[in-house]
């Protein structure tokens, strides 16, 4: 890979097209490969810095296929800092590409790229673009700022103002899962519902105001007007007679939610109940055509006159917040994609061109070949937010051979009838399955990827942890043509893990459609340190056989770190007081990889402990503090790891107030380097 890498850096030795073609062809399917196997940082930055000069060409097809393997490497833990680099230039060729879907491709990788540090940059970006973006992909762009300003949102009046501005924009667009949204949010957090009353009031006083925006002002008032009425200018009545005006103007489904409004303002402000009962005793309620708003109109009549004021506040308190569940706008975007799709996001895609089965969606699909060098863009080539699995692990061997028919191991492209599936005996029950150690090794490092892959199955992992708890998500790909039947799972731990930390899973549906993905939630606490790490076993029908697979849950004691900062001061004084002999584990070892420090920064930050910078008297030392959260305490750890170029030779210290833990983390970290 670094000999392809480095001839691509050399001049052109031929001027003709198909020289260049070839050329390109041969880099971009050894980037597909780096991405792929998304184990070596040093290539992975490398391949990004390539594509990153493709960017700018004067070639549209070349720009396309930077722009999505782009999106693929903003998902990996080790390229995605290097992806951010070229977030201007990204921005330039949404606002300047004459091709729509490589404008496509750079709402994807804006998207794929977003964190924390530069959300309110990109959204702001894609709000301005969406004024004038192209009619075919404004819905799905109206739903990717909805989920990255909920996502990254710090503040939520920064989201409430991102989402009434998407309703101003490109109201049209915005479906009822991103307004249903904003209120579930809003009616959950004490601190923004002054905050959303006040911007939904003064929203609605623009001349034209879009029916959703109609929608959420009427809610949010509905229930939180009461917040500003203090203001004159925002008075009950003013209020009243602002949402009203824009009755006559909406569809029924929107007068039927302000009448729900107006009766809820009686018993926010009995001072203009007079008033909302002269609205809703006029003939155009109580005779209207439409049989649900004549309903309401009589009822809300009739309970605003029968009941106490007591029984009024009853009925009509205010609404209790909604439960946490993953966003409904998550669902709608991966209807959208049905090859998948990464939130929290991202959990983004690793994805080879070709075929893919890595369908969160649950729907098996194919991606459309890449675009060839002589022809346009694709429009209808899959983005780049796609499969949560990763493909970063090669496949595992079957213990017998394969189905006959290599084409139905995977959907057919060609459309030729699968053959019936041959009977595989997959694995031993009680024995971990070929690579399953290897596979639990490369998540030491990282959260996210593929922890096994065969012929019949792919099982990605998607995890997060803080402070002592864990949350990780499985995802069970069928890639044969054929369903898996008897379909279970079992998540348990060693005797002696038992007491040290506590496992939860959810149910497994029995079956598994052909191309399709189930989803199993892991939560783990860390109760104590722990040197073992708990078994998944997997066992289901195929071909008439039964199938076993047997694995290590990627959970090992560094996921539960917490990074601490430290000066050099601090971090030498504390070195000296951990001097006990038990208190450091040490490690003289031999490189196994190439000795190269950004891609050890990258592992080392991965690894959970804080990275600190200018601590060493000896700049090529590597100096890290965390703190390890348990439930029953906190544990301290410092770490210096000394790398000797010459010798191609390491030496690694671990010092904790725990023998058991620095013995655990100097075993781990050995095995990543």
């Not at 009024?312 to 975007?333: C, D, G, Q, Y």
């Not at 998944?536 to 770190?561: E, H, R, T």
Request: overall charge negative; proline content about 5%; charged content about 20%.
């Amino acid at each position: 890979m670094e000999t392809i890498l480095n001839k691509a850096q050399e001049p052109p030795k031929s001027k003709k097209v198909q020289h260049s073609n070839s050329k390109n062809a041969v880099l971009f399917e050894a980037i597909s490969l780096i991405i792929h196997h998304d184990s070596e940082p040093n290539l992975l930055v490398r391949a990004c810095n390539q594509l990153g000069q493709f960017l700018q060409h004067r070639e549209t097809n070349l720009r396309y296929l930077a722009l999505e393997s782009m999106c693929l490497l903003a998902s990996s833990e080790f390229s995605r800092e290097a992806v951010k680099k070229h977030q201007e230039t990204v921005v330039t060729a949404l606002k300047t590409e004459r091709d729509v879907s490589v404008r496509q491709r750079a709402v994807d990788l804006l998207y794929a790229m977003c964190d924390k540090t530069n959300a309110e940059e990109i959204v702001a970006e894609m709000l301005n673009y969406l004024e004038s973006a192209d009619y075919s992909i404004r819905e799905e762009m109206v739903l990717k700022v909805a989920i990255l300003a909920e996502k990254f949102a710090v503040d939520y009046t920064w989201y409430v103002d991102t989402i009434l501005n998407l309703i101003r924009i490109a109201g049209d667009y915005v479906s009822e899962e991103v307004w249903y949204r904003v209120i579930q949010i809003v009616i959950n957090r004490d601190d923004v519902q002054g905050y959303a009353a006040k911007t939904c009031f003064e929203a609605l006083q623009a001349p034209a105001c879009h029916e959703n925006m109609v929608k959420v002002g009427g809610y949010i008032l509905g229930e939180f007007g009461n917040l500003i009425a203090g203001d004159p200018r925002s008075s009950p009545s003013v209020q009243f007679e602002l949402l009203h005006s824009k009755f006559h103007l909406c569809s029924a489904p929107t007068r039927g939610l302000l009448l729900s409004t107006y009766i809820k303002f009686i018993n926010l402000f009995p001072e203009i109940k007079h008033i909302i009962q002269d609205v809703l005793q006029t003939d155009n309620q109580l005779r209207n055509a439409d049989a649900e708003l004549q309903q309401r109109a009589v009822e809300y009549l009739q309970l605003s006159n029968r009941t106490s004021t007591e029984v009024l506040a009853t009925v009509l308190e205010e609404m209790p917040p909604f439960p946490e569940r993953e966003s409904s706008l998550l669902a709608k975007l991966k209807k959208k994609k049905p090859l998948g799709f990464q939130e929290e996001e991202k959990t983004k895609s690793k994805a080879m061109p070709g075929v893919s089965i890595n369908n969160v969606g649950g729907e098996s699909s194919t991606d459309d070949p890449t675009p060839q060098m002589q022809q346009p863009p694709l429009p209808t080539a899959p983005p780049a937010s796609i499969d949560l699995l990763g493909l970063d692990s090669q496949p595992a061997s079957l213990n017998a051979a394969p189905t006959t028919n290599n084409s139905s191991l995977l959907v057919d492209m060609f459309g030729s009838p699968p053959s019936a599936p041959a009977s595989v005996s997959l694995g031993d029950p009680n024995t971990l399955s070929p690579g399953a150690e290897e596979n639990f090794n490369k998540f030491i490092c990282k959260n996210n990827g593929v922890l096994f892959e065969n012929e019949l199955l792919q099982i990605g992992v998607k995890s997060e942890y803080r402070m002592n708890l864990g949350r990780i998500g499985l995802f069970f790909g069928n890639k044969t043509s054929y369903q898996f039947t008897d379909f279970s799972t079992v998540v348990s731990c060693p005797n002696d893990l038992r007491s040290k930390i506590a496992v939860q899973s959810d149910d497994v549906g029995g079956t598994i459609d052909c191309g399709a993905q189930v989803q199993q939630m892991i939560n783990v606490e860390c109760i104590e340190d722990f040197s073992d790490a708990p078994r998944i076993s997997i066992s289901f029908m195929y071909g008439g056989s039964k199938q076993f697979v047997n694995l290590k849950a990627p959970v090992m004691v560094s996921k539960f770190f917490q990074p601490a900062e430290m000066n050099s001061a601090d971090f030498f004084s504390r070195w000296k007081q951990l001097n006990i002999p038990s208190q450091e584990a040490q490690n003289i070892f031999k490189a196994a990889l190439p000795m190269d420090r950004q891609a050890n920064n990258a592992k080392l930050i991965g690894f959970g402990m804080g990275l600190l910078e200018n601590v060493d008297p000896n700049p090529d030392n590597f100096v890290c503090s965390g703190i390890l959260k348990t439930r029953e305490l906190q544990i301290g750890c410092l770490m210096r790891l000394e790398p000797n170029a010459q010798a191609q030779m390491y030496r690694l210290t671990l010092r904790t107030s725990r023998e058991s833990v620095s013995k655990e983390l100097c075993r781990l970290l050995t095995t990543q380097f």
